[in-house]
């Protein structure tokens, strides 16, 4: 391989693992992953083989003619939910097929999407209490729990985006968040407030159950990457148990 075609085929398996990176980081399943990492690569001559857990990308790129092959690893920062970049990254991929872009242009498109700004913290924070608000209400809660269940969320969601700023644990970070939720509506259990006076604070903790965890568990157990799929599996239990630890928390404080 001559200098050209190696600094070639490096910049493309960097940008291959900066793809397969963002995409496992932001809630991707792994099929997804595996999936748009190819199409891109196949796009633009390449073979790509890719090696998948819960915390590094290995990856082989190699030239259709097989003359040509280079390997890199590469960590995966934790795991989030980031659906605008996934499914952004997926129509880019497709935009590789059929506008013809070049490696320069999808750099350029993954730097674009990254920096798109995120929503403001006080509208993050006021939409996840409404949905909040919303199951209360769905679940028979009246006015009054309806209000209590906004609050817990907005203060249970916030502790929650500070611990995180502060590097705590993230299970630890959830189990903080799940008892400032607590603390808040077991409030209107302790003081009587509402007609199902259960409901808000059985729901204030709603916003920090792990669904992305669950369902891409379920969809890398279906697609055949069992490892991938028992360790999110696993991620998403010591979730809900981080979430039971810090209500059980509240309930013991309160004699609930």
Same mark, same amino acid.
């Given at each position: 391989?001559?200098g ?13 693992l900066?793809v397969g990176?963002?995409?496992?980081s932001n809630?991707?399943?792994t099929?997804?992953v595996?999936t ?9 001559g390449y ?5 998948i857990t ?13 003359s040509?092959y280079?390997s890199?690893?590469?960590?995966t920062?934790?795991h989030?939910?980031?659906?605008k970049l ?15 872009l070049?490696v320069e ?24 209490a409404?949905?909040g ?10 006015a009054?729990e ?10 249970? @969601?916030?502790?929650r985006?500070?611990?995180i700023?502060? /590097? ?5 970070? %959830? !189990? +903080? &968040? ?7 509506a077991g ?11 259960e409901?808000a604070l ?11 965890p ?7 157990? @279906?697609?055949g ?6 360790? /999110? ?5 010591? %979730? !809900? +148990? &981080?979430?039971a630890?810090?209500l059980?928390f ?5 004699g609930?």
């Amino acid at each position: 391989m001559n200098g050209e075609q190696n600094k070639k085929i490096k910049e493309v398996e960097e940008m291959l693992l900066d793809v397969g990176t963002l995409l496992m980081s932001n809630g991707a399943s792994t099929g997804r992953v595996r999936t748009t990492v190819n199409r891109i690569a196949v796009a633009l001559g390449y073979e790509a083989e890719l090696l998948i857990t819960s915390r590094s990308l290995m990856l082989t790129v190699t030239e259709e003619n097989g003359s040509d092959y280079t390997s890199s690893v590469r960590r995966t920062p934790p795991h989030g939910v980031n659906f605008k970049l996934v499914s952004g990254i997926s129509r880019m991929s497709w935009r590789v097929i059929e506008d013809k872009l070049t490696v320069e242009q999808i750099n350029q498109d993954i730097l674009r999407l990254t920096s798109l700004a995120h929503f403001p913290r006080i509208v993050v924070l006021s939409l996840v209490a409404l949905a909040g608000a919303s199951f209360c209400r769905l679940f028979g809660g009246d006015a009054l729990e309806m209000s209590v269940t906004f609050v817990a969320t907005f203060f249970g @969601l916030f502790i929650r985006q500070e611990a995180i700023r502060k /590097r705590f644990n993230p299970y630890v970070a %959830i !189990a +903080f &968040a799940s008892f400032t939720a607590s603390m808040i509506a077991g409030l209107s259990v302790r003081l009587g407030i509402g007609a199902v006076r259960e409901t808000a604070l059985a729901t204030s903790v709603l916003f920090l159950i792990p669904g992305v965890p669950f369902i891409n568990s379920l969809t890398d157990l @279906l697609d055949g990457n069992t490892l991938n799929g028992i360790v /999110r599996g696993v991620n998403g239990f010591i %979730i !809900a +148990f &981080a979430i039971a630890l810090g209500l059980l928390f509240a309930m013991k404080i309160y004699g609930i």
